[in-house]
T-cell receptor, first 121, second 110 residues
Framework: GAVVSQHPSRVICKSGTSVKIECRSL??????MFWYRQFPKQSLMLMATSNEGSKATYEQGVEKDKFLINHASLTLSTLTVTSAHPEDSSFYICSARGLAGALSPSTDTQYFGPGTRLTVL | KNEVEQSPQNLTAQEGEFITINCSYS?????LHWLQQHPGGGIVSLFMLSSGKKKHGRLIATINIQEKHSSLHITASHPRDSAVYIC????????????FGQGTRLTINP
């Protein structure tokens, strides 16, 4: 099946630093990638939708200047948490939606990455 | 009231039992997803369905569009099935956003 990777899987940083999380579709081209955040014991919340070559669309309440998203290619999207604070500590998950094609996964399915656990001290 | 509601929130059963997790939604959808999240956090997409029933191994997912209800069944449950199961509604034709239920934490004891 289609594989989505995230890097790093776990990061601990000091308050005020910036952290970049990568999301890659390994064996298919992803026209759209989604970034989610999950706090302990809670379900996933969509932060933003990222389309290759265009600006990300952020959900209400998500600060676009704090959570910078870049989707520079069909296989890579990055989320940068700028000036991270302890309240940004969370589990960040990306998912990717593929291009139609015989060798590509269904465009209707989202393939999820393994997640990145961010801890801000 | 959440747009997607799951029940039960927690479920503990013995190995071998038949498991049912329910999902009700109040919005128009183009598809309903069932996801599995293991303790480490990784998420696996189990099913995407817009009508009827799908089966994969010991897992069965059904959906009733008129009643806005879906169920996930696990036959011959096993401790390795222990995970959080999440249903998510994909809204509208061509829409890509998923609205998630709060998850059902399943524990299968040996």
């Amino acid at each position: 099946g289609a594989v989505v990777s995230q890097h790093p899987s776990r990061v601990i940083c000091k308050s005020g630093t910036s952290v970049k999380i990568e999301c890659r579709s390994l064996d298919f081209q992803a026209t759209t990638m989604f970034w989610y955040r999950q706090f302990p014991k809670q379900s996933l919340m969509l932060m933003a939708t990222s389309n290759e070559g265009s600006k990300a669309t952020y959900e209400q309440g998500v600060e676009k200047d704090k959570f910078l998203i870049n989707h520079a290619s069909l296989t890579l999207s990055t989320l940068t948490v700028t000036s991270a604070h302890p309240e940004d500590s969370s589990f960040y998950i990306c998912s990717a939606r593929g291009l139609a094609g015989a060798l590509s996964p269904s465009t209707d399915t989202q393939y999820f990455g393994p997640g990145t656990r961010l801890t801000v001290l | 009231k959440n747009e997607v509601e799951q029940s039960p929130q927690n479920l503990t059963a013995q190995e071998g039992e038949f498991i049912t997790i329910n999902c009700s939604y109040s919005v128009g959808i183009s598809a309903l997803h069932w996801l599995q999240q293991h303790p480490g956090g990784g998420i696996v997409s189990l099913f995407m369905l817009s009508s009827g029933k799908k089966k994969h191994g010991r897992l069965i997912a059904t959906i009733n569009i008129q009643e806005k209800h879906s169920s996930l069944h696990i036959t011959a449950s096993h401790p390795r099935d222990s995970a959080v199961y999440i249903c998510a509604a994909q809204r509208g034709e061509g829409a890509q956003k998923l609205v998630f239920g709060q998850g059902t934490r399943l524990t299968i004891n040996p």
